[in-house]
């Protein structure tokens, strides 16, 4: 159940994948790069770069780790508790590296 209408785009690098035990989905873990609200959504995700964020992901098997990506996500609430749940999920582009001046 959606709290309110809400989305986000969090960018960064798959940390970690952990299927759940009844084989449905999985935890994923992002390493925050950048984090926005979705045009005309609320971002309740609040993530700020050089955090990590948990995510549910029903089909961990578009996901790899240590690769970047762009997720869609929205927080969503029941009487258990909120998650953040991953709507899609596009690959990023490798950042550029900076070289020292």
């Known amino acids: 159940m959606r709290i309110k ?6 960018e960064g690098r798959i940390s970690r994948i952990e299927r759940a035990a009844d084989g449905i989905g999985a935890e994923v873990e ?3 790069e950048r984090s926005n ?6 971002d309740f995700i609040g993530a700020r770069p050089g955090t990590t964020v948990k995510m549910f992901a029903a089909i961990p098997e578009e996901l790899e780790t240590g ?4 997720l869609t ?3 969503l609430g029941g009487p258990g508790g909120e ?3 991953v ?3 596009r690959r990023a582009p490798a950042r550029a590296k900076t070289k020292p001046e």
Do not use: D
Request: aromatic share 4%.
């Open 67 to 70: 690769r970047r990506y762009k």
């Open 73 to 75: 996500a929205s927080v």
């Open 30 to 32: 992002i390493e925050v």
């Open 5 to 10: 209408p809400n989305k986000s785009i969090v």
């Open 83 to 85: 998650r953040v749940v």
């Open 87 to 89: 709507e899609s999920a």
């Open 37 to 42: 609200s979705a045009e005309g959504h609320e």
